[in-house]
């Protein structure tokens, strides 16, 4: 039996650093004590949690940390509750997953006790964990469930991810390897932790290799740029929308200020875009302000990351790279069935042409939980998770083309990548952010839809959009429809929502332009 490293490699850097958060400063020595206290007081003398679900809500910091450590020590299932979540979502999960013990920081007691009383489930404050006696901890196998995230597909209610302790171990290995994380290292995370991004790439990658890791509670850009300003920190994980802020911030700041926040983040080691598609004129103007060729790379809550642009070498903008250590990638033909609206499986695509991006490796997830009809659709037998996501391989590497489901719109029969659209308006100088879409169309099936926020001061409609784009898109990927809107949808991870943008065009009469 191999039983979880993690802790044994905490042991390894007592002293040092490992969290920072608006409370203080706390080494490894301080996580492996309160997250020994927490599993012994979530055992209440029992020897093993052996997978019992446990919903926890805690603010981004030290003591969302030591309570997942203490799930994890305990033999339990982490499930992470979004802060973000109302109750009607926080009820979903906790329901959903199964849990029988729901832990919250005091902070957000008063969300959490009613919904674990109404259940009749056990219910425990994380100062109440951490105060109690440690106690003996049961020995965790790998092979044994660790975590449930809750993702949501473009359709129907999130499904929980299951993953085992071996998959978060993958998931974490590979990119301490491809990133080359050290002890040396110090991370600034502001990502969500109820989401691969900020749980995987940042926290654990950084708690896995004995470095700092620094958290913010919550996204402001000005709290991010004084961090950056110092010069200290040697990484930064964000998404492409917190890239767009903090550019914003920079923007708006004087000349003098301008110059110290460049300096101070020219000096970190490495900064990576993910989780949604990172337009070219965001990587390019964050390269003008700290000197940095943004890393993109591609993963999801499935698989953790896949594919990845290089730490040396070329980054290619509006690439994602290739395969990392240990992931094996592949691209299939997809075809779609238009009686049944779903798409069928060909054979292994030719380079430059789109497939379906399907990935194996130890890193990839064990099940949905209780969901066997998705598990089976989703996972083949002999390992391959097919994404639902369209790439191309190119000489930059792979090139994503969006969700199937969503963003490969067919318009009077041509396939348009929806990012693609999405890449040009990007550069327009008057468009501050938009999304694409295929709105339902009499003439043309579905027409390329653009929903755009304008820049203050500029004024963009349809016909000076597509006469700008002209020359840089193909005829039938200009964008037929173009409503500006004073915002885009978003969800927490600030990835557009494109069911509610399709809605905005869906319930205007469809092929009224026409
Ligand atoms: P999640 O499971 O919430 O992390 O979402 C994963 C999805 O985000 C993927 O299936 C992709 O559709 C999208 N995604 C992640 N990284 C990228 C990227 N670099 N470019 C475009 N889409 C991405």
């Not at 949690?49 to 309570?67: I, M, Q, S, T």
């Not at 499930?79 to 109302?86: E, F, I, T």
């Not at 425990?124 to 044994?144: C, E, K, Q």
């Not at 020359?471 to 969800?491: T, W």
Request: charged residues 25%.
């Amino acid at each position: 039996m191999e039983t979880v490293p993690l802790f044994k490699l905490a042991a390894r850097h007592g002293g040092r650093t490992a969290v920072i958060d608006d409370g203080g400063v706390y080494s490894y020595r301080d996580l492996l004590e309160r997250s020994a206290r927490a599993g012994a007081g979530l055992l209440d003398g029992g020897g093993d949690l052996r997978e019992a679900r446990v919903a926890f809500l805690a603010p981004p910091g030290f003591d969302y940390a030591a309570a997942q450590w203490g799930i994890w020590r305990a033999g339990g299932i982490a499930v992470p509750v979004a802060v973000s979540h109302p109750r009607a979502e926080i009820e979903y999960t906790v329901d959903d997953a199964d849990a029988s013990i729901v832990v919250a920081h005091p902070q957000f007691e008063e969300r959490l006790r009613p919904v674990a009383e109404a259940r009749r489930l056990r219910f425990s404050l994380t100062t109440d964990l951490f105060g109690g006696p440690a106690g003996p901890l049961p020995n965790v196998d790998v092979r044994r469930a660790a975590m449930i995230l809750y993702t949501s597909g473009s359709t129907g209610r999130p499904k929980g991810v299951l993953t085992t302790h071996a998959n978060i171990q993958a998931q974490v290995a590979t990119l301490v390897e491809a990133w080359e994380w050290t002890p040396g290292d110090h991370i600034l995370n502001v990502l969500p932790l109820h989401h691969v991004h900020g749980i995987i790439n940042a926290m654990t990658c950084a708690l896995w290799a004995g470095a700092v890791c620094e958290i913010q509670p919550s996204f402001d850009p000005r709290r991010v740029w004084g961090r950056l300003s110092a010069g200290d920190l040697t990484l930064f994980m964000a998404v492409p929308t917190t890239y767009k802020a903090l550019i914003r911030e920079w923007e708006s700041a004087g000349v003098e200020r301008r110059q110290a926040m460049s300096r101070g983040a020219s000096k970190l080691r490495l900064m990576v875009s993910g989780s949604d598609a990172l337009m070219v004129s965001t990587l390019e103007k964050w390269k003008k302000i700290t000197g940095h060729t943004l890393l993109e790379r591609y993963g999801m809550t499935e698989i953790g990351m896949a594919l990845s642009n290089p730490l040396y070498g070329e980054r290619s903008p509006g690439h994602v790279g290739t395969p990392l250590p240990g992931v094996e990638v592949r691209l299939v033909e997809l075809e779609l069935d238009e009686e049944t609206g779903r798409h069928e499986h060909g054979g292994p695509a030719a380079r430059g042409t789109p497939g379906e991006v399907q990935a194996r490796g130890p890193g990839v997830f064990r099940e949905y939980w209780r969901r066997p009809d998705a598990t089976r659709e989703a996972l083949s037998s002999d390992g391959w998770f097919c994404s639902g996501d369209v790439a191309s391989l190119e000489d930059g590497g792979f090139r994503i083309w969006g969700r199937a489901s969503q963003d490969i719109i067919i318009t009077g029969g041509e396939n348009v990548s929806a990012r693609e659209v999405e890449q040009v308006l990007s550069a327009h100088p008057g468009i501050r952010a938009c999304a694409v879409v295929g709105a339902l169309d009499h003439y043309w099936g579905k027409a390329v839809s653009a929903a755009v926020v304008a820049e203050e001061g500029h004024e963009v409609n349809r016909e000076s959009l597509r006469d700008w784009a002209r020359g840089k898109l193909a005829p039938y990927k200009l964008p037929q429809r173009v409503r500006v809107v004073s915002e885009l949808p978003m969800n927490t991870m600030g990835k557009v929502v494109k069911p509610e943008v399709r809605a905005i065009f869906d319930a205007e009469s469809p092929g009224e332009e026409e």
